[in-house]
């Protein structure tokens, strides 16, 4: 039955065709009518997820329903944190994408190279726990991990996490699909290509005019629909 769930479950299933997310990684999008609160699967590997699995939680990371018993993320609060401080940001995507970890163990910075990648803006920054946390296992399971983690990020749409993976933070769930998997392939063609020769990236301008492009409800629509495809979700 189309409705916020069902699309939220389906975006769980494009970013694991895609192999934006494997066991791990979920995608979580602000509930429509009731701004404090977000929608997001039990703790479930993202292949798997159903229209049935989504759950409703406040913007302190916590279901809800309160009798909800079944298992959460347990890094819920990146979604929250975000959702929290960015009042334009409706849908979230934590992954640890493969191509996209090796910016966030170096000096090499991640930037928009390709025309399809735009959404991921011009500055991405790098955040790191153990700044302020010291030693971790890495995982954001609480608020304050996660406001830590939303202050790095200020306004932009993505951040890398060091030795972890990345969170992407869009206006609309389609948005929040297309930009993690066009970051993945940024970060894979940036890879390859350092390999050649010197980098040529995206201007700050060629950013903003690409993005914009990405955006118009068409382009995001025919995207949409092959990423769906492609899942071939079943349900
Ligand atoms: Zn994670």
Same mark, same amino acid.
């Given at each position: ?35 404090? *609160?977000? !929608?997001?699967? $039990? @703790? ?13 939680? &406040? =913007? ?90 939303? *202050?790095? !990020?200020?306004? $932009? @749409? ?13 206006? &609309? =769930? ?62």
């Amino acid at each position: 039955m189309p409705g916020p769930a069902y699309d939220l479950a389906l975006a769980n299933r494009i970013l694991a065709r895609e192999g934006v997310v494997d066991a791990y990684g979920h995608v979580s999008l602000r509930h429509p009518g009731q701004e404090s *609160r977000f !929608l997001l699967s $039990c @703790s479930r590997s993202p292949e798997l997820v159903t229209p049935q699995d989504i759950m409703e939680f &406040d =913007l302190a990371g916590e279901p809800a329903d309160r009798a909800d018993e079944r298992q959460t993320y347990l890094e819920r609060f990146i979604h929250s944190a975000v959702y929290e401080s960015r009042g334009d940001v409706m849908a979230v995507v934590h992954s640890h994408s493969p191509a996209v970890l090796p910016f966030s163990i170096t000096d090499a910075p991640l930037r928009p190279a390709i025309h399809t990648a735009g959404l991921i803006g011009a500055r991405i920054p790098v955040w790191d726990i153990r700044t302020k946390f010291g030693d971790t296992d890495m995982l954001v399971r609480n608020m304050e991990q996660g406001r830590d983690m939303a *202050r790095n !990020l200020g306004a $932009c @749409s993505v951040i890398l996490m060091r030795g972890h993976g990345c969170t992407v933070a869009a206006a &609309d =769930l389609k948005e929040a699909v297309i930009a993690a998997i066009y970051l993945q392939l940024n970060a894979a063609v940036q890879l390859a290509a350092c390999q050649l020769g010197k980098l040529r990236y995206l201007s700050d301008s060629e950013t903003k005019l690409t993005a914009e492009t990405n955006r118009l409800p068409a382009v995001k629509a025919r995207m949409w629909d092959y990423y769906v495809k492609r899942a071939d979700a079943g349900f």
